[in-house]
């Protein structure tokens, strides 16, 4: 169209046009008829009243064909729509994009949208918009439930005109109340059923729906039904693909976490699947792994383990196994290896599942305990050495602190291996001793011997007197030992026992640490020690307080002080009452 061209006129205008100017004819031929009248000149009125029914059928030829017109824009509206909610998927979108073509396409006021909840079988309003397509709020909520309820149960589209006058509707409430005029309500029905419903209204004008509008909502329903059942599907199969992917992030998460090393492989000994911790046991990345053949990633395990492996997969059986085997990054390990056939859904064996128990360090503490309950027996129910307070703590124990008299002076006089074999037969009887009552020996200091009661390794309530009668064992034992070694071999005990608090845990350098006593308990031990005489067994006060019921011993004096200093008392054991 050029700048100069004049826009077509539409049929229905040149139609009007041509019965505005017959209906002009027809006035002005019936003005003449009257004036000649007067004049007494007679024409006649058939022509007149052909020209005016030709005007009006003119006129309803306009009507029919603005009708037509509107239905035709109308339904180019809905096929456009009908394109738009078919394309989407958004169930939210879709529901106000249908409602708010029904409200363009009928002139309504409001329109609402209800559908059935699949969980609980009952109709719910979804959609509520108005014809400024924007969402009504709780208080613009208005719409008669009773027209809603008569076409979700009976499945048929109701249209009226007024529902104030309708004696369909007499008695509702709501009608009543809202004064409700011109409603329209369809169906939302797919294979027969029921789904949900497009409902619309205009409280201001009678008449605003008629039988054309309800034809097009009610065709337009049915697309819109597919339309939201789709929608519904999407968002259903979506909350189940999000439920879904949870569920495996979960498990990808456990599978991570847990301790022990899983590996799958396929028909071929293909690695399918491997966990961070299978990785680290093997001391490969778990990426070089998946995809690789399970003989190229696992170590040399023993001869016949390839052969053990294909009888797990063909004889479908599990087996369980415990190896040594090296790692290059690692060294030399400790595993338990369980091997079971990998089935699917319908239990046909599809490959291997080898689980990987590191035993590496298990096996270390264990060669730690065993090593520590040959100097301590009395740790046998330790089941974790981390379960010990070993980094230090504060407690009340007692202190049995031994020497042999006039060592020094017999080891001048003999050859090392001899005199090694002899001060063993003496570290012996002293050992046994202190572990005859569940003591612990803290160290052996050359000829001296220190036993330990009441720490976090032997917790004892009656530690003072299972000191004293490990004390009065050794100089019994002593004796004893004296009547298998020569005169010349024989040697005495000086023994001393103090109870007190210590500070007890393991000291030392990060590569070596040993247990032991800190605190002057220790040496006030070591200090009755050096004042009793070969043979005897001297006690502090604080142990004499403890034991006195069960032992006969004498207050004496003190032997030996070291830079002239008062000694406390000190108490000579005579032996154990009855």
Same mark, same amino acid.
């Given at each position: 169209?050029?700048?100069?061209?004049?826009?077509?006129?539409?049929?229905?205008?040149?139609?009007?046009?041509?019965?505005?100017?017959?209906?002009?004819?027809?006035?002005?031929?019936?003005?003449?008829?009257?004036?000649?009248?007067?004049?007494?000149?007679?024409?006649?009125?058939?022509?007149?009243?052909?020209l005016k029914s030709v005007s009006d059928g003119l006129t309803d030829l306009a009507n029919n064909l603005g009708g037509d017109n509107i239905e035709v824009q109308q339904l180019r509206e809905l096929a456009r729509t009908t394109e738009v909610i078919n394309s989407s998927l958004?169930?939210?979108?879709?529901?106000?994009?249908?409602?708010?073509?029904?409200?363009?396409?009928?002139?309504?006021?409001?329109?609402?949208?209800?559908?059935?909840?699949?969980?609980?079988?009952?109709?719910?309003?979804?959609?509520?918009?108005?014809?400024?397509?924007?969402?009504?709020?709780?208080?613009?909520?208005?719409?008669?439930?009773?027209?809603?309820?008569?076409? !979700?149960?009976? /499945?048929?589209? %109701? @249209? *009226?005109?007024?529902? +104030?006058?309708?004696? &369909?509707?007499? #008695?509702?409430?709501?009608?009543?109340?809202?004064?409700?005029?011109?409603?329209?309500?369809?169906?939302?029905?797919?294979?027969?059923?029921?789904?949900?419903?497009?409902?619309?209204?205009?409280?201001?004008?009678?008449?605003?729906?008629?039988?054309?509008?309800?034809?097009?909502?009610?065709?337009?329903?049915?697309?819109?039904?597919?339309?939201?059942?789709?929608?519904?599907?999407?968002?259903?199969?979506?909350?189940?693909?999000?439920?879904?992917?949870?569920?495996?992030?979960?498990?990808?998460?456990?599978?991570?976490?847990?301790?022990?090393?899983?590996? !799958?492989?396929? /028909?071929?000994? %293909? @690695? *399918?699947?491997?966990? +961070?911790?299978?990785? &680290?046991?093997? #001391?490969?990345?778990?990426?070089?792994a998946v995809g690789k053949s399970l003989w190229d990633i696992l170590p040399d395990l023993y001869a016949g383990f390839d052969d053990l492996f294909r009888e797990v997969r063909e004889q479908n059986r599990e087996e369980l196994i415990e190896v040594e085997p090296v790692i290059?990054?690692?060294?030399?390990?400790?595993?338990?290896?369980?091997?079971?056939?990998?089935?699917?859904?319908?239990?046909?064996?599809?490959?291997?599942?080898?689980?990987?128990?590191?035993?590496?360090?298990?096996?270390?503490?264990?060669?730690?305990?065993?090593?520590?309950?040959?100097?301590?027996?009395?740790?046998?129910? %330790?089941?974790?050495?981390?379960?010990?307070?070993?980094?230090?703590?504060?407690?009340?124990?007692?202190?049995?602190?031994?020497?042999?008299?006039?060592?020094?002076?017999?080891?001048?006089?003999?050859?090392?291996?001899?005199?090694?074999?002899?001060?063993?037969?003496?570290?012996?009887?002293?050992?046994?001793?202190?572990?005859?009552?569940?003591?612990?020996?803290?160290?052996?200091?050359?000829?001296?011997?220190?036993?330990?009661?009441?720490?976090?390794?032997?917790?004892?309530?009656?530690?003072?007197?299972?000191?004293?009668r490990s004390a009065i064992a050794m100089v019994s034992d002593v004796a004893d030992l004296h009547e298998t070694l020569p005169p010349e071999q024989r040697l005495l005990y000086g023994i001393g026992v103090h109870t007190g608090s210590a500070i007890l845990g393991n000291v030392?350098?990060?590569?070596?640490?040993?247990?032991?006593?800190?605190?002057?308990?220790?040496?006030?031990?070591?200090?009755?020690?050096?004042?009793?005489?070969?043979?005897?067994?001297?006690?502090?006060?604080?142990?004499?307080?403890?034991?006195?019921?069960?032992?006969?011993?004498?207050?004496?004096?003190?032997?030996?002080?070291?830079?002239?200093?008062?000694?406390?008392?000190?108490?000579?054991?005579?032996?154990?009452?009855?």
């Open positions: 169209m050029t700048d100069n061209a004049q826009p077509e006129i539409s049929i229905e205008t040149k139609i009007r046009t041509l019965s505005k100017q017959i209906t002009d004819m027809v006035a002005m031929l019936k003005a003449q008829r009257d004036m000649l009248e007067k004049r007494n000149i007679a024409l006649p009125l058939e022509p007149l009243a052909q958004d169930l939210d979108l879709i529901l106000n994009d249908v409602i708010d073509t029904v409200i363009q396409l009928t002139k309504a006021e409001r329109g609402y949208i209800v559908l059935n909840n699949p969980e609980s079988g009952k109709m719910e309003f979804r959609v509520a918009r108005n014809i400024d397509q924007r969402t009504l709020s709780n208080e613009e909520f208005i719409v008669s439930r009773t027209v809603v309820d008569r076409v !979700a149960s009976q /499945g048929e589209p %109701i @249209v *009226t005109s007024n529902a +104030e006058i309708d004696k &369909r509707f007499t #008695g509702s409430e709501s009608i009543a109340n809202y004064m409700l005029r011109s409603i329209l309500c369809v169906p939302l029905k797919r294979k027969g059923e029921v789904k949900g419903v497009i409902y619309a209204d205009n409280r201001m004008r009678p008449d605003v729906f008629s039988e054309r509008e309800q034809r097009l909502v009610y065709a337009f329903a049915n697309q819109a039904t597919i339309a939201i059942e789709n929608a519904r599907l999407f968002e259903n199969l979506r909350m189940t693909l999000s439920q879904i992917i949870a569920v495996k992030e979960f498990m990808d998460n456990v599978f991570t976490s847990i301790p022990s090393g899983v590996i !799958a492989t396929d /028909g071929l000994d %293909i @690695v *399918t699947t491997m966990n +961070e911790s299978a990785a &680290r046991i093997l #001391g490969i990345p778990l990426e070089a290059e990054r690692r060294g030399q390990v400790s595993l338990n290896v369980r091997l079971s056939p990998l089935k699917d859904t319908s239990d046909v064996t599809r490959g291997v599942t080898l689980v990987l128990d590191d035993l590496t360090e298990l096996k270390q503490r264990q060669a730690q305990l065993s090593v520590v309950r040959r100097y301590l027996p009395l740790v046998d129910n %330790i089941k974790a050495i981390d379960e010990l307070e070993l980094g230090g703590v504060e407690r009340e124990i007692s202190v049995l602190y031994c020497d042999v008299r006039g060592f020094s002076t017999f080891s001048e006089t003999l050859p090392p291996e001899e005199l090694m074999t002899v001060i063993n037969k003496y570290m012996t009887v002293s050992s046994e001793a202190i572990t005859l009552h569940e003591g612990i020996i803290d160290k052996y200091m050359g000829d001296a011997v220190v036993g330990l009661y009441n720490t976090q390794l032997n917790p004892q309530q009656d530690h003072a007197l299972r000191a004293v030392g350098s990060p590569r070596r640490k040993e247990f032991t006593v800190i605190g002057d308990t220790l040496q006030f031990a070591k200090t009755l020690q050096e004042n009793a005489p070969g043979g005897e067994v001297l006690i502090s006060q604080e142990t004499y307080d403890l034991v006195q019921h069960a032992i006969h011993a004498e207050l004496t004096e003190p032997r030996k002080a070291k830079s002239g200093d008062d000694l406390p008392p000190m108490y000579r054991v005579l032996g154990l009452r009855a």
